[in-house]
């Protein structure tokens, strides 16, 4: 098991583009969370699933924001869209169970130029 | 929901010296973290520890689930050490999710 992970690494994208990012958890986790956090910020949170279930969505997840979980398994996060202000680190972490031990990716670094 | 404080936002440390850094949380807690952020970005795991003490080398974290706070000690810090520090809870009353302190920015001078 590798851990979690994030693709792509970085990404650039021109305002008014869609993006879409995917989270791979560790096999096991039945939970799945992401965050997104602007340089000198701590995470701030967007979303997170239970199976394949989204229990909670943050106010920050405008509509132009979108997350799937389709068969439990791996996620994607879709940017419709986007804007200068969607540039930050959106990151991915799962869990086994509500209150286990979350574990991070490496992130998804987006730049809106 | 829970809000989370860390102290102090910024330290700077002789290498070799050691250091207390601090989380306090506004409701009780199912779940704290400790985690530090390299340089990259990614989120390194330090400690579950939703209450008591835990060692690891050279940090050890302290949660005192009563007083609604935990201790992160760092011993004789080395510059590989350098980093954001960030506490994160998931509060009993404010649902499942994981919720972050603003972080300490720790920078060991060599």
């Known amino acids: 098991d590798t851990g979690v992970s994030q693709d792509p690494r970085h990404k650039i994208t021109k305002r008014g583009q869609n993006v879409t990012f995917r989270c791979d958890p560790i096999?096991?986790?039945?939970?799945l969370y992401w965050y997104r956090q602007t340089l000198g910020q701590g995470p701030e949170f967007l979303t997170y699933?239970?199976?394949?279930?989204?229990?909670?969505k943050s106010r920050l997840l405008s509509d132009r924001f979108s997350a799937e979980r389709p068969k439990g398994s791996f996620s994607t996060l879709e940017i419709q869209r986007t804007e200068q202000g969607d540039s930050a680190m959106y990151l991915c972490?799962?869990?086994?169970?509500?209150?286990?031990?979350?574990?991070f990716g490496q992130g998804t670094r987006l730049t809106v130029v | 929901g829970i809000q989370v404080e860390q102290s102090p936002p910024d330290l700077i440390l002789q290498e070799g010296a050691n250091s207390t850094l601090r989380c306090n949380f506004s409701?009780?807690?199912?779940?704290l973290q400790w985690f530090h952020q390299n340089p990259w970005g990614q989120l390194i795991n330090l400690f579950y520890?939703?209450?008591g003490t835990k060692q690891n080398g050279r940090l050890s974290a302290t949660t005192v689930a009563t007083e609604r706070y935990s201790l992160l000690y760092i011993s004789s810090s080395q510059t590989t050490d350098s980093g954001v520090y960030f506490c994160?809870?998931?509060?009993?009353?404010?649902?499942?999710?994981?919720?972050f302190g603003g972080g300490t920015r720790v920078l060991v001078k060599p």
């Open positions: 972490a799962s869990s086994l169970g509500g209150w286990g031990e979350a574990f």
């Open positions: 096999s096991e986790h039945n939970r």
């Open positions: 699933f239970q199976n394949e279930a989204q229990l909670e």
């Open positions: 409701d009780s807690v199912n779940n």
């Open positions: 520890i939703p209450s």
């Open positions: 994160a809870v998931i509060g009993k009353a404010a649902g499942n999710k994981l919720t």
